[in-house]
C-alpha cells in the first residue's frame, strides 16, 4: 500500500503574492487599480488620512489607490457602500470612529462588527483647552472649579452631542453648561474671547493657537502623552479619571474578504505606519498615527462600543 505524507501547509508573504508552501496556488493581488473609498468629503481630516494612506499604499503594493469621497449619511452612504462592494480587495474602506456611533444612533443600515478591520493607522484623543489667560493652570483647576459651581462653567461644544464633554461629564459627575458651535473653529473663537471656560477639540484644531500661546492644554483623553507640542500635557488618568477617547481612522473590507488577500493587506497597513512619507505627513498635519493590526484595531473597536453605548444613550 503506498504510503502518503501529509505535509504541513505553511503561508508565505512575498510582495504582493502570497501562497502555500508545497503547493502551486498562489494569489496574485493586486493586479489592478485599488478603490479607497472615504465616507466624507474631500478637504477634512479623514479625507486627508485616506489620501495619505493611499498614497503609502501605491508604493507597497505596486498598483494605483484611488480616493473616492462617498459622503452622506454622516458616513454611512461610503462605509455600506464599500461594505456591499464584492470582497476581492479591490474596493477597500476608510471607516471612523462613526462605524461604532452611527448604529448605536440608529442611524446606520449596518452593524459594527460587519466589517472586516484590517488596520488602524490614525488615533487622534482630543485635548482639553483654556484660554491662555484662564485662571486654570491645571485640569484639577478646572474640575474642582466645575464641582463648587454646577451648571456655571460653559463648555464651548463643536458638535451637539458632544461625546467627550458628556463622558466628561458622566465619568466626574459634574455638571456644566454646553454652548453648541458648528465646528472647533467658532467653539475656539468662543473660548479666546472668554465667554466660553473650555473647549475639547483635536490637537491639531487647537495646535496654532497653543503654539502662539493663546491657549493653554490642560489634560488629553489619551492612554500616554502625545509626543511634540503637547508632550508635557497630563492625561486624565494622571488625574485620577479613567477619560479615554478620540477618533480613529483605519481601512476595512467586506467580511467576506478572502484570507490571503486579508493578509496581503495587513501587511501593507502595517507598512505604511512607518513608511517615512506617511509619518512625515502625519506629524506634520498633527494627526497621530496610532497604528494596530487587524486583531488589535477588532478589539479596540468592540470596546469603544461599551464605551459609547451608555454615552449615545444619554444623548438620546
Known amino acids: 500500500m503506498k504510503r502518503f505524507v501529509l505535509s504541513v ?3 508565505l508573504l512575498a510582495g504582493g503574492v502570497l501562497f502555500a508552501q508545497g503547493t502551486k496556488a498562489a494569489v496574485q493581488y493586486p493586479v489592478k487599480p485599488i478603490e479607497l473609498v472615504v465616507p466624507f468629503a474631500a478637504g477634512g481630516g479623514t479625507d486627508a488620512v485616506g489620501r495619505a494612506i493611499a498614497a ?10 484611488v480616493v473616492s469621497n462617498k459622503t452622506g449619511g454622516g458616513g454611512s452612504v461610503g462605509m455600506i457602500d464599500g461594505l456591499n462592494a464584492k470582497p476581492d480587495g479591490y474596493t477597500l ?31 487622534d484623543p482630543p485635548v482639553v483647552v483654556v484660554q491662555s489667560t484662564s485662571k486654570y493652570k491645571t485640569i484639577k483647576d478646572l474640575l474642582d472649579d466645575m464641582k463648587a459651581n454646577p451648571d456655571k462653567l460653559k463648555f464651548a461644544a463643536s ?36 465667554r466660553g471656560d473650555f473647549a475639547i477639540v483635536g490637537p491639531g484644531e487647537a495646535r496654532a493657537q497653543v503654539e502662539a500661546g493663546n491657549l493653554r492644554p490642560l489634560a488629553v483623553m489619551a492612554e500616554s502623552r502625545i509626543a511634540g507640542l503637547y508632550k508635557d500635557v497630563p492625561t486624565f488618568r494622571e488625574a ?22 486579508s493578509r496581503i493587506l495587513e501587511d501593507a497597513l502595517a507598512k505604511v ?17 496610532g497604528y494596530k493590526n487587524s486583531a488589535e484595531i477588532t478589539k479596540f473597536v468592540q470596546k469603544d462600543i461599551e464605551i459609547l453605548k451608555p454615552i449615545i444613550e444619554l444623548a438620546k
Do not use: H
Not at 448604529?103 to 490614525?122: E, I, R, V
Open 9 to 11: 501547509m505553511v503561508l
Open 273 to 289: 505606519a512607518v513608511d517615512p512619507a506617511f509619518v512625515q505627513f502625519m506629524n506634520k498635519a498633527y494627526l497621530g498615527i
Open 240 to 261: 485620577g479619571l479613567d477619560i479615554v477617547s478620540g477618533t480613529y481612522r483605519g481601512i476595512a473590507a467586506n467580511p467576506a474578504l478572502p484570507e490571503a488577500v
Open 93 to 123: 474602506i476608510v471607516f471612523t470612529r462613526e462605524v461604532v456611533s452611527l448604529p448605536l444612533l440608529g442611524q446606520a443600515p449596518f452593524k459594527t462588527m460587519d466589517f472586516k478591520f484590517l488596520g488602524n493607522l490614525n488615533i
Open 56 to 65: 503609502s499604499l501605491k508604493e507597497i503594493l505596486k498598483q494605483e489607490v
Open 159 to 194: 458638535v451637539v452631542p458632544n461625546y467627550y464633554g458628556i463622558q466628561l461629564a458622566m465619568t466626574t459627575g459634574f455638571k456644566f453648561v454646553t454652548v453648541p458651535f458648528n465646528g472647533a473653529a467658532p467653539a475656539l473663537t468662543e473660548v479666546l474671547g472668554g
